[in-house]
């Protein structure tokens, strides 16, 4: 089946800008997840979807940094007045809803490289 | 506070040799621990995931075992194909999350 899409593949940017990330889920998914990759680093946590609502902000970097999640789907990580420090790759991985002692895994997509010049 | 620390960074095989890659963890309660490989330009891609001391998995030709301070992937009879990077993540207790912690990870390249 269809596994995690996210667009664009490729984003460039001027400092200052805007942007909008997309993440589409795998279908029935209900747990949805940001992770952003920089060079010569690990994966790290952004924020966590259960549903439409987000139990786990904790690792947005700033107040720049916003995302949501509409009808359990789709998601958008939203990038106000974007820095060069912000160039990375951003992740989205989802899960099937934790239950019991199964910890779902999660799968990722192909990420979105972000560039800001 | 949780922290994930992969060994060697790099490792060239060639092709043909066995190797193990180690993924140290501390994590205040080990919900589970999971590998991944990353190919450049690519998202990770799930290999395995292990929940308890002792646990192993095996696929083609990695094996992944568990104990309660750390994780090795072992690599038998590398091929060129096998090159990219694993990475390393771990799942604790405490929160409403179930977010992952990732090593840095291991660029393993496989010479024919």
């Known amino acids: 089946g269809a596994g995690v899409s996210q667009s664009p593949s490729n984003k460039v940017t001027e400092k200052g800008k805007d942007v909008e990330l997309r993440c589409d889920p795998i279908?029935?998914?209900?747990?949805l997840y940001w992770y952003r990759q920089s060079l010569g680093q690990g994966l790290e946590f952004l924020i966590y979807?259960?549903?439409?609502?987000?139990?786990?902000k904790s690792g947005l970097p700033s107040d720049r940094f916003s995302a949501e999640r509409t009808g359990g789907s789709v998601s958008t990580l939203t990038i106000q007045r974007t820095q060069q420090e912000d160039s990375a790759v951003y992740l989205c991985?989802?899960?099937?809803?934790?239950?019991?002692?199964?910890?779902?895994?999660?799968?990722f997509g192909p990420g979105t490289r972000l560039l800001v010049l | 506070e949780d922290q994930v620390t992969q060994s060697p960074e790099a490792l060239r095989l060639q092709e043909g040799e066995s190797s193990s890659l180690n993924c140290s963890y501390t994590?205040?309660?080990?919900?589970?621990l999971f590998w991944y490989r990353q190919d450049p330009g690519k998202g990770p891609e799930f290999l395995f995931t292990?929940?308890?001391a002792g646990e192993e998995k095996e696929k083609e030709r990695l094996k992944a075992t568990l104990t309660k301070k750390e994780s090795f992937l072992h690599i038998t009879a590398p091929k060129p194909e096998d090159s990219a990077t694993y990475l390393c993540?771990?799942?604790?207790?405490?929160?409403?999350?179930?977010?992952?912690?990732f090593g840095t990870g291991t660029l393993l390249a496989v010479q024919p």
């Open positions: 279908s029935g998914h209900t747990a």
């Open positions: 979807f259960q549903g439409n609502s987000a139990p786990d």
């Open positions: 993540a771990v799942q604790g207790y405490g929160g409403a999350t179930n977010k992952l912690i």
């Open positions: 991985a989802s899960s099937l809803e934790y239950s019991g002692r199964v910890f779902e895994t999660q799968y």
């Open positions: 994590v205040s309660g080990l919900r589970g």
């Open positions: 292990l929940y308890s």
